[in-house]
């Protein structure tokens, strides 16, 4: 009699694991299940104060960030909102607009503040992004998302030690024209269709390895503290990097240019190599170089002899370079040239 009440306990044991055993698979299932969500959802979790994780997810109207807090002034044509909670997407379709900045009147603009990490990670946005003017305190990560509309990081400062765009395709415009970055913009293998625009960015190392541009690459007016490297890169029709700054090594090899590389009014204050290039036609008119900059390997086409007269700091004047760069680091984009307190020219033609 015993044992068969023990037989009955323990079938039933069994029994009730294999029901939670199933109802598990089942939930972990609806996990992974595509939901849909309206851009109000996203706004009354951050109005919340509730960390934004979502996955798998349609999410459908416009996004507007700009509208998620209590507004304050900044300045007489500017106001402010800040978003204070983690933000985290994952292959999420955004069928709407995502916006982070709105117009109050006719002469007041409101941007966002995130305070906390933003991460988009292989998204979809169907129409346009605008994040101009928005600051991100903390690290920004958009790997392997889809940018099918205009996309605009203009004018935003990225505070974060790592700022990632990993793998990004830009299926319009992609413009991050005269941002600020306390460490890293990586566009690492990214692909871009209609142009790349960088003017006056100014950051630590900027990573363009292996990118693909269609149309034209403008990197214009640079200030960078730490490396650039372009390197397995097909930089498009055109690559303008006139009146840029380098502090760092500069790395661009195994890459080509299909028509002209205007390197003209640059500042090379460490390395520069152009190795095992192709382009057709190279401008270095008016830059200056701590030592010769190589092209080992690289076929420039049938290049004007007057486009590849650059100059190179003689050796002894070091000091003068340290002074110059230091004031670079000081005035930041300040348009081309270098002043300095030397009452001799420390600049020599090779």
Do not use: W
């Not at 959802?41 to 951050?46: A, R, S, V």
């Not at 997810?57 to 300045?75: E, P, Q, R, W």
């Not at 230091?326 to 020219?345: K, P």
């Amino acid at each position: 009699m015993n044992l068969l009440k023990n037989k009955g306990i323990l079938s039933l044991f069994f029994f009730l694991v294999l029901t939670l055993l199933s109802c598990g698979n089942v939930q972990s299932k609806d996990d992974n299940s595509t939901k849909e969500l309206y851009a109000s959802d996203i706004i009354k979790m951050i109005k919340k104060g509730k960390p934004v994780q979502v996955a798998n997810a349609i999410i459908f109207d416009d996004l507007d960030f700009s509208k998620v807090g209590d507004m304050y002034i900044t300045s007489g044509t500017s106001a402010a909102v800040d978003v204070d909670v983690p933000l985290y997407f994952f292959n999420c379709t955004f069928i709407g607009k995502v916006n982070a900045k709105s117009k109050i009147k006719s002469n007041v603009v409101c941007v966002t503040n995130f305070r906390r990490p933003v991460t988009f990670t292989a998204c979809d946005f169907r129409s346009d992004i605008d994040f101009t003017r928005s600051l991100f305190v903390d690290n920004v990560d958009f790997t392997k998302s889809i940018f099918r509309g205009d996309t605009r990081f203009d004018m935003i400062t990225m505070r974060g030690e790592h700022n990632r765009f990993y793998e990004i395709v830009c299926e319009s415009s992609f413009s991050m024209a005269a941002a600020r970055a306390s460490g890293t913009v990586s566009l690492l293998d990214g692909k871009f269709y209609n142009g790349l625009r960088l003017q006056s960015l100014t950051a630590g190392n900027l990573n363009l390895n292996n990118i693909v541009v269609t149309g034209e690459t403008q990197i214009s007016d640079m200030t960078l503290r730490g490396a650039f490297m372009a390197n397995y890169a097909d930089l498009g029709v055109e690559i303008n990097m006139s009146y840029s700054k380098f502090l760092a090594t500069a790395s661009v090899c195994h890459s080509k240019v299909m028509n002209v590389a205007d390197l003209s009014n640059c500042i090379f204050i460490a390395g520069a190599k152009f190795n095992d290039c192709s382009f057709n036609t190279v401008d270095l008119t008016n830059s200056v170089f701590l030592t010769s900059p190589e092209f080992v390997g690289s076929s420039m086409g049938e290049a004007p002899k007057e486009k590849m007269i650059y100059k190179v700091i003689r050796q002894e004047d070091i000091d003068f370079c340290e002074k110059a760069k230091a004031l670079i680091l000081l005035n930041g984009n300040s348009g081309s040239g270098v002043a300095c307190d030397v009452d001799r020219d420390p600049l020599v033609e090779e």
